[in-house]
């Protein structure tokens, strides 16, 4: 199936590009972009030129920033397009909602990917938890901003949520394993009095058996921590490196994921291409509810200025 | 049909026992309060003592604040009782999904109430304003907060939302009356310095036709405002007084609400008894929601300590 790219920086370039390419399913057609290309394919700046020049692409992928993502998204449904979302979906939850609707209405298929449940260890994990009893879950998220998002301006104004941009794949991944679902109690956002959106987040969330405890954190210099520890009363589960790597009572589980397709991205392009031929969408919007919810009910403290 | 009302301020007071005792559906039976109690009700001050001691007592209305409103809604959907919630049904949208799920599987009607899509003439704007093109649409909530809420600290707390719990009122009335969905576009929210919560919001939001704006303000004296403003091809329709009267090109509409009920709190007692009747649940938190994007992508600007 042909598909065309939607906003060719960072992430488009490192991850779109290469699993489409690699990809049996898939043909990059298009790319729609002001600045980026993609060498050997046709190159639009403009999404509704696009739309209008090339009716035989059937599927767009949108990998811009979330506060415009909707304008383009909504386009490319009303032009009867399958669409696929980079996390998170959008800037607000009601705009994913109407997205569902208008996709349901025009019989196309929506999918809101969320790239860390693609990780290699997620399922084994959501498998591993399966009836047991769960007593502790922490989540350790620390990472530092300057190496991960350089330049980025975006993700420091309203609506780009700042350290809940990485905080959300560790609740993509969280509301994948839970059996039981969750609710943030507490939050604490500390904000850079320069900045409108958080650098780090603790946070606590009722579970109906366990403490579970949150923590992002945007300053971590040196080595970077994308962690999920679960104690059961059966065994202690551990993630890391974003859901990579599992232990199991401190023992590295084994490389059981032998399927022909690793790698978060990939995953979630062989998905897409099973949502498209079965006429099904795929939007859970879970992660981005926790996240709202974090800033409706967070206290907010000013800390130290960030400049990059 | 029996009935407990849980946290008795002035709310219950107000609004709730007054409502219940003009009501053939029901019958007040207990109370739940630290402090507060009603006149020849059997008061108690602790939920778990009631839920105990009252097996015969099928209903449960909870008005207390919505941060610790969860914890009671779960005990008493566990104790399969029927639950009615206050506005806003909760301090979280994960809460509010997790206490529907809770209440489906028990098999109890639970209801999130919106009071003011009870108000006398909202049926009638909704009526009017089905099949017109929308051009421009704008709400003005603006209240002395002084005057409303005396002494209530929780509101300026972490989950309390400030202004937007009469704002709710408000979009609990838009997403009743408009056909079309709505999210936020762009939000400022004014936070006074010594407190957590906004104090006044600004808000654009998207409509497939119209300009909409909303601004929901804490700090006005004098006259107070809560209206709404249509302008569509077909004439202009305003709403004032949270509901209480229309007008259309101008012109007060008369009073159809012929109907034996009036008034906002028995509408709501009414369809709660519907509700339990029929076996089914209510539970709308698409204003819910809207708070939530706004405070997830509103932009946060510190204006003058506010003190009561």
């Known amino acids: 199936m042909q598909i065309a790219l939607v906003g060719i920086g960072k992430i488009a370039l490192d991850q779109h590009v290469p699993s489409i390419a690699a990809s049996p399913d898939w043909e990059l057609a298009a790319t729609v972009s002001r600045h980026?290309?993609?060498?050997?394919?046709?190159?639009?700046?403009?999404?509704?030129?696009?739309?209008?020049?090339?009716?035989?692409?059937?599927?767009?992928?949108?990998?811009?920033?979330?506060?415009?993502?909707?304008?383009?998204?909504?386009?490319?449904?009303?032009?009867?397009?399958?669409?696929?979302?980079?996390?998170?979906?959008?800037?607000?939850?009601?705009?994913?909602?109407?997205?569902?609707?208008?996709?349901?209405?025009?019989?196309?298929?929506?999918?809101?990917?969320?790239?860390?449940?693609?990780?290699?260890?997620?399922?084994?994990?959501?498998?591993?938890?399966?009836?047991?009893?769960l007593r502790k879950f922490t989540v350790t998220w620390k990472e530092d901003v300057r190496r991960w998002h350089?330049?980025?301006?975006?993700?420091?104004?309203?609506?780009?949520?700042?350290?809940?941009?990485?905080?959300?794949?560790?609740?993509?991944?969280?509301?994948?394993?839970?059996?039981?679902?969750?609710?943030?109690?507490s939050a604490l956002l500390e904000v850079p009095e320069n900045r409108q959106a958080p650098i780090a987040a603790k946070m606590a969330f009722h579970h109906p058996t366990a403490e579970v405890a949150m923590e992002f954190d945007w300053r971590q210099e040196g080595d970077q921590t994308w962690s999920i520890e679960a104690e059961c009363d059966e065994g202690t589960l551990a993630l890391h490196d974003g859901g990579a790597r599992m232990l199991v009572d401190g023992a590295e589980t084994g490389d059981e994921t032998s399927a022909a397709l690793s790698g978060e991205y990939p995953r979630?392009?062989?998905?897409?291409?099973e949502l498209v031929r079965a006429g099904t969408s795929d939007v859970d919007l879970a992660p981005m509810r926790h996240v709202a919810d974090a800033f409706t009910l967070g206290r907010r403290e000013l800390v130290a200025p960030f400049t990059e």
Chains 1, 2 share one sequence.
């Open 268 to 273: 979630l392009y062989a998905r897409m291409s």
């Open 36 to 133: 980026g290309t993609v060498d050997g394919v046709e190159a639009f700046t403009d999404f509704d030129a696009m739309l209008a020049a090339r009716p035989d692409i059937r599927v767009v992928s949108l990998c811009m920033p979330p506060v415009p993502r909707y304008d383009y998204a909504a386009k490319a449904i009303r032009a009867a397009r399958h669409v696929m979302l980079e996390k998170p979906p959008g800037a607000t939850l009601s705009e994913c909602h109407a997205l569902a609707d208008m996709a349901a209405a025009q019989r196309v298929s929506l999918y809101a990917t969320w790239h860390s449940r693609s990780a290699d260890k997620v399922q084994a994990a959501k498998a591993w938890l399966a009836g047991k009893t």
């Open 150 to 185: 350089p330049g980025q301006e975006w993700i420091w104004e309203p609506g780009g949520m700042g350290v809940f941009d990485p905080g959300i794949n560790a609740l993509s991944i969280v509301t994948e394993i839970l059996a039981d679902p969750i609710h943030v109690t």
